[in-house]
C-alpha cells in the first residue's frame, strides 16, 4: 500500500493519548504505518471567506513518522461549514432529528466553499501512489472537489454517525448531491448494516443507482463499493489504563466515597442524541417503583461539554440542570443525593477506574452511529467482577454487543426495569456476558477496523 493520507475536520498530535474515540483510532493506525494527517488547525481567523490565511494556507509539523498539514479558518466559513451545514443540517438529519435542523441556504455554500478550498490545499501534498481515507460528515463532497482537480489516487470514506433511511435522507435540500459524492470514492464504509441498508435502499430508489454485485452500486459512469466496518477500540491499551496511577486513584476515591451504594455510571458528550433526558426519567421512573433503590443507588453522570455555540445545546443543558435538580430535590436525602450530575470531561487516564467502580453503565443514546463508551465499559471491568452495561438498541453498538441488556430509550418504563434488572444480575450472569462481550471487543477492535476497511480500499476494484 502507499503512503497513507488521512483527511478529518481536526487533527491531533498523535503523540499524545489526551484526546478521546477518533483521534485516538487514527493516531494509532498512523503510528503505525507514518503518513499524513490533514485537517482544520482549530484555528479561527478573520480573514476574507474562502481566502488564504495571510500567514500561508497550510500548517506544517512533524510528529514522529507523521506529518500534520493544517489550514485556518476564516470565522464566516468556520460558522457556515461547521456550526451551519455540519453540526446545524447534518448532525440533527442523520441522527433522525428533522426538528432540530436549520435548512439556511448560507450553510450550504459555506460546507461546499470549505471543502472545495480543503481539496485545493491538499491536492498539492499528494503524491501518486497515496492512499486517501477521508472521515466523517463534515467531508461527504471533499472527494469529489479533488477528483474535479484530476485526484486520481484511491479516496476511502468513513462515517462515523449514523445514515437514516431514504425519506428522512430526502428532507435534506441537497440529499441527492450530498450521496452522489459519494459515488466518487472507491469505498464507503459505516458503522452498522443498518446503515448500509439505509444507503443500498437509498441509492436505488432516489439516485436510480443500479447494484452491481456484493456490496458494489454503478450509478452513471461511476461504481462505489460500501461495507460495514464497525468502529473499536484499543481493548488492551485500555484494560492497561485502567491498572495506572491515575485510574486507579480514581477507582479507590469512588469506591471509599460510595462504600455501601452501587454506582450507575453514565459518560457521554452533552448532546441531544445521547438520550440524557430519557435516561434519567428512566432512573427516576426506578426510584418510584423500586424503593429499595432509593438510598442505595446514585448515577453518575458525566456530561462533557460540546458545541455550546449551536443552539440546540443550550437547550439540553438546561434541560438536564432541571431534571437532575427535580430528582434531587424530590428523592434526596440529607446524607444521600440521587444523581451527580457533572457538566465536564473526565481525563482520559482516569476514566477507565470510574468505569471500574460502576456496577451498571447506562449508554442509552436515541441514535448513535456506534459508541464508542460502551466498548471502553466493557474493556474496564473486573472479570471476576464485572459491571453490567445497559445499552439503547439504538446504538450502532448494539449490533455487536448482543449480550448487553438491550433497551428502547424511550420506553421509560422498560429502560427503569431493565436497570433494576442490572442491579440485581448475579455474579456468575455479570461474568458470562462480561466475558462474551470483552471477546467480541477484543475480536474487532480498532487494529482490526483500521486494517479491515484499508485493506478493503487497497483492493477495491477500480
Ligand atoms: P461521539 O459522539 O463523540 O463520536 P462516543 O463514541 O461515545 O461518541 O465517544 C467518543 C469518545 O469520547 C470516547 O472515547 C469517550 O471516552 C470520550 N468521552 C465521551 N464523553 C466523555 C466525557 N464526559 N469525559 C471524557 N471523555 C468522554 C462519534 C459518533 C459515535 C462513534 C464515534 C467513533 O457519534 O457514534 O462511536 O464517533 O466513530
Not at 148 to 174: K, N, S
Not at 384 to 402: H, I, K, M, T
Not at 416 to 424: E, G, K, R, T, Y
Request: glycine share 8%; proline share 6%; with cysteine.
Amino acid at each position: 500500500m502507499g503512503r497513507l493520507v488521512i483527511v478529518s475536520n481536526r487533527v491531533a498530535d498523535p503523540r499524545k493519548t489526551a484526546a478521546g474515540g477518533l483521534a485516538v483510532a487514527l493516531a494509532d493506525v498512523l503510528n503505525r504505518t507514518g503518513g499524513l494527517w490533514f485537517g482544520w488547525s482549530g484555528r479561527i481567523t478573520e480573514h476574507e471567506a474562502g481566502a488564504a490565511p495571510p500567514d500561508g494556507p497550510v500548517h506544517r509539523q512533524q510528529a514522529g513518522p507523521v506529518t500534520l498539514a493544517t489550514v485556518d479558518l476564516a470565522r464566516a466559513d468556520h460558522d457556515a461549514y461547521y456550526l451551519g451545514y455540519a453540526n446545524g443540517v447534518l448532525w440533527p438529519v442523520f441522527h433522525y432529528r428533522l426538528d432540530l435542523a436549520n435548512f439556511d441556504a448560507g450553510f450550504i455554500a459555506g460546507y461546499r466553499r470549505v471543502n472545495r478550498m480543503l481539496a485545493q490545499r491538499l491536492l498539492p501534498l499528494l503524491q501518486p501512489d497515496d492512499v486517501i481515507w477521508i472521515h466523517d460528515y463534515h467531508l461527504i463532497p471533499m472527494a469529489a472537489e479533488l477528483r474535479a482537480l484530476g485526484c486520481t489516487q484511491r479516496i476511502g470514506f468513513f462515517l462515523h454517525i449514523p445514515l437514516p433511511p431514504p425519506l428522512i435522507l430526502a428532507a435534506i435540500p441537497a440529499h441527492d448531491w450530498l450521496v452522489r459524492a459519494l459515488f466518487e470514492h472507491d469505498l464507503v464504509g459505516f458503522q452498522s448494516e443498518a446503515d448500509l441498508a439505509h444507503f443500498s435502499r437509498y441509492v436505488e430508489t432516489e439516485l436510480g443507482a443500479e447494484p452491481a454485485g456484493p456490496g458494489r452500486w454503478r450509478l452513471g459512469e461511476r461504481t462505489v463499493r460500501a461495507g460495514t466496518f464497525p468502529i473499536g477500540i484499543d481493548v488492551d491499551e485500555f484494560a492497561a489504563l485502567t491498572h495506572a496511577p491515575e485510574a486507579r486513584d480514581m477507582y479507590t476515591r469512588m469506591r471509599e466515597e460510595y462504600s455501601r451504594r452501587r454506582l450507575l455510571i453514565g459518560v457521554d458528550r452533552l448532546d441531544y442524541s445521547k438520550g440524557l433526558p430519557q435516561r434519567l426519567r428512566a432512573f427516576r421512573e426506578l426510584l418510584l417503583r423500586h424503593p429499595d433503590t432509593r438510598n442505595s443507588a446514585t448515577l453518575i453522570q458525566i456530561a462533557s461539554p460540546s458545541r455550546e455555540s449551536v443552539l440546540a445545546y443550550n437547550d439540553i443543558l438546561r434541560e438536564m440542570e432541571t431534571l437532575c435538580g427535580a430528582i434531587n430535590g424530590d428523592f434526596g436525602e440529607l446524607d444521600w443525593m440521587p444523581v451527580r450530575y457533572i457538566h465536564r470531561t473526565v481525563a482520559r487516564k482516569r476514566l477507565p477506574g470510574l468505569y471500574r467502580a460502576g456496577r451498571v453503565a447506562l449508554v442509552t443514546p436515541l441514535r448513535d452511529g456506534m459508541n464508542l463508551v460502551a466498548k471502553e465499559f466493557v474493556a474496564a471491568q473486573d472479570p471476576a467482577d464485572p459491571g453490567v452495561l445497559v445499552l439503547s438498541r439504538f446504538a450502532g453498538a448494539a449490533e455487536q454487543l448482543r449480550e448487553a441488556i438491550l433497551v428502547n430509550p424511550y420506553d421509560i418504563e422498560a429502560t427503569a426495569q431493565a436497570i433494576q434488572a442490572a442491579l440485581q444480575m448475579p455474579v456468575q450472569e455479570r461474568r458470562a456476558r462480561h466475558q462474551a462481550l470483552l471477546a467480541g471487543i477484543r475480536r474487532q477492535d480498532v487494529r482490526w477496523w483500521c486494517d479491515t476497511f484499508l485493506g478493503a480500499l487497497s483492493s477495491a476494484p477500480r
